[in-house]
T-cell receptor
């Protein structure tokens, strides 16, 4: 079975622009979570979606938003990009929210 | 809130040396504990897990035991290889914060031949 897939793998944007990152979970997984990983640190939780509903939100500004589609894929949107948004964005899926999470390879976002 | 503290790195070992990476946690509820490994340019791979006190997770020669009394989940391997060089993350997940894993800052392991 295919693992968690994320697209694009790399992205370069300038300050003030917006970006959409995409994630396809493992088949059958209903829970999708998004994390931001800044270089040299552990991943920080941004959002969790389950059955198309937001179930959790981390300490991130309203510039960050997400949604989950009927096929359980998900998008993370970030508006008004700042230099500090440069990071690896990871998507993780699990069968249920309290089950071990499986991570994709991430999208490396660079802000110039 | 939930938190995970890992031993500060980086850690450099010679091949076949014994590895220990310390991890302690603070959590509300009853956490499941995990070790993930991240190779350069890749996402996180689940290495092992333990879901309740005294459980031992193991995989690829790595082991960790869920110690509730000391709130610890230390990672060990008896004989490391060059291919084990990576960043290791300790993490927890609680049923009260489903879908939100809390991670330590990671420990970089370099194994030299």
């Amino acid at each position: 079975d295919a693992g968690v897939t994320q697209s694009p793998t790399h992205l370069i944007k300038t300050r003030g622009q917006h970006v959409t990152l995409r994630c396809s979970p493992i088949s059958g997984h209903k829970s999708v979570s998004w994390y931001q990983q800044v270089l040299g640190q552990g991943p920080q939780f941004i959002f969790q979606y389950y059955e198309k509903e937001e179930r959790g939100r981390g300490n991130f500004p309203d510039r960050f938003s997400a949604r989950q589609f009927p096929n359980y894929s998900s998008e993370l949107n970030v508006n008004a990009l700042l230099l500090g948004d440069s990071a690896l964005y990871l998507c993780a899926s699990s069968l249920e929210g309290d089950q071990p999470q499986h991570f994709g390879d991430g999208t490396r976002l660079s802000i110039l | 809130g939930d938190s995970v503290t890992q031993m500060e790195g980086p850690v450099t070992l010679s091949e076949e040396a014994f590895l220990t990476i310390n991890c302690t946690y603070t959590a509300t509820g009853y956490p499941s504990l995990f070790w993930y490994v991240q190779y350069p340019g890749e996402g996180l791979q689940l290495l092992l897990k333990a879901t309740k006190a005294d459980d031992k997770g193991s995989n690829k020669g790595f082991e960790a035991t869920y110690r509730k009394e000391t709130t610890s989940f230390h990672l060990e391997k008896g004989s490391v290889q060059v291919s084990d060089s990576a960043v290791y993350f300790c993490a927890l997940l609680t049923n009260t914060n489903a879908g939100k894993s809390t991670f330590g800052d990671g420990t970089t392991l370099t194994v030299k031949p």
